[in-house]
């Protein structure tokens, strides 16, 4: 049975700067959950993302939060897995699709895949 890590990172404000690290075995799945309010129009986007990437991302989703009303912030949800052994740093960035400045928040994993 796969072990599923959940980690939690909040967006306490703009323009912050996170940086945390994450043990996983190889083929591990894992989540990564950011608090997003997509209604704004900004999203999490994976900024390094390429082909030659220790992780895949397997899974994307947006959630309201319970009772939310129009306008409502909720979270978005990664799932990444781990596809061989070594390290790779993610970064993550909070904006708008069609907008490459304007960078609102930005948030760095490194994984360690055993």
Not at 9 to 20: A, G, K, R, T
Request: proline share 1%; aromatic share 10%.
């Amino acid at each position: 049975m796969k072990r599923i890590l959940v980690l939690t990172i909040s967006c306490l404000s703009l323009l912050s700067f996170q940086s945390s690290v994450m043990k996983v075995r190889t083929g591990e799945v894992f989540k990564v959950v950011l608090k997003s309010n997509q209604s704004t129009g900004y999203s999490w986007h994976w900024e390094n993302q390429s082909k030659e990437n220790l992780l895949d991302s397997v899974y994307v989703d947006y959630v309201l939060k319970d009772r939310a009303i129009t306008g409502a912030g909720g979270n978005e949800i990664w799932e990444f897995r781990a596809k061989r052994k070594g390290k790779q740093e993610v970064i993550m960035v909070y904006k708008k699709p069609w907008e490459e400045a304007g960078k609102v928040d930005r948030k760095v994993f490194l994984i360690h895949a055993e």
